[in-house]
């Protein structure tokens, strides 16, 4: 279920807004404060914004900067300002529409699903082009060699990138140190066993949550070490 938040100083539109957009199956938090909702957008994961430009503390173009600054979510503005100039200021800050008050709810309904639709396909279509392994807060993007846990990305060096990837690309295979040297060294492990232990110490450190107990990077002792899926 998409979640939106709506930042509207006037509680019988947003509570009108609320109405139609639960009745097609959203889920809605209504703010009537500007600083207020600004928090809690930034804060706060939503799919999409329907911010009205007068607003008390600061206004929804503020907001929408804002916004823009660290997310890609669809921003919905209102206002019963009509001139061309607020849209194109308001569209010119990052602003995916501009709708004028008064309009019909069933508008705004069917522009918030076609908004909603759009950014979907995006994103699917961006996780498509980078090839991503995702599982239980961790996140590595192969494309880009980046890696992230719980939404925070940890630096890596080369061979740790390369050792964790290939690991999450081979999901519950167990993997000897000597097919580990290998697969990632691409040469013969004689005398360097030692060298994959140390990156694997290296990467649980960065991903897992204790070390000690991994969830991610499991040691079969006498074996090698697998990637739980």
């Not at 404060?33 to 911010?51: H, M, Q, W």
């Not at 004028?100 to 909603?116: D, G, Q, W, Y």
């Not at 599982?135 to 964790?164: C, S």
Request: hydrophobic share 40%; charged share 35%.
């Amino acid at each position: 279920m998409s979640k939106i938040l709506i930042i509207e100083d006037e509680e019988s539109i947003a509570d009108l807004e609320r109405d139609y957009l639960e009745l097609s199956g959203f889920e809605v938090e209504i703010e009537t404060n500007g600083i207020v909702g600004r928090d809690r957008a930034l804060s706060e994961d939503f799919d999409l914004y329907i911010l009205d430009l007068m607003l008390p503390g600061i206004d929804g173009f503020e907001i929408c900067e804002d916004i823009r600054k660290e997310k890609n979510t669809p921003v919905l503005l209102v206002s019963a300002k009509k001139d061309d100039v607020d849209k194109i200021h308001g569209l010119g800050l990052g602003a995916d529409d501009y709708i004028t008050k008064p309009f019909s709810p069933s508008e705004l309904v069917a522009r918030v699903k076609a908004h909603l639709a759009r950014y979907e396909r995006l994103t699917y279509e961006t996780q498509q082009k980078n090839e991503i392994i995702e599982i239980r807060g961790l996140k590595i993007d192969k494309t880009a060699r980046r890696v992230f846990v719980n939404g925070e990305e940890k630096i890596f060096t080369m061979k740790e990138f390369d050792v964790l990837a290939f690991l999450a690309s081979n999901p519950n295979h167990v993997f000897s140190k000597e097919e580990l040297f290998r697969k990632v060294w691409s040469m013969d492990s004689v005398g360097d066993i030692a060298t994959v232990t140390v990156h694997i110490k290296k990467i649980r450190e960065k991903i897992e949550y204790n070390s000690q107990k991994p969830q991610y990077i499991e040691t079969i002792w006498g074996v090698g070490y697998r990637f739980k899926a």
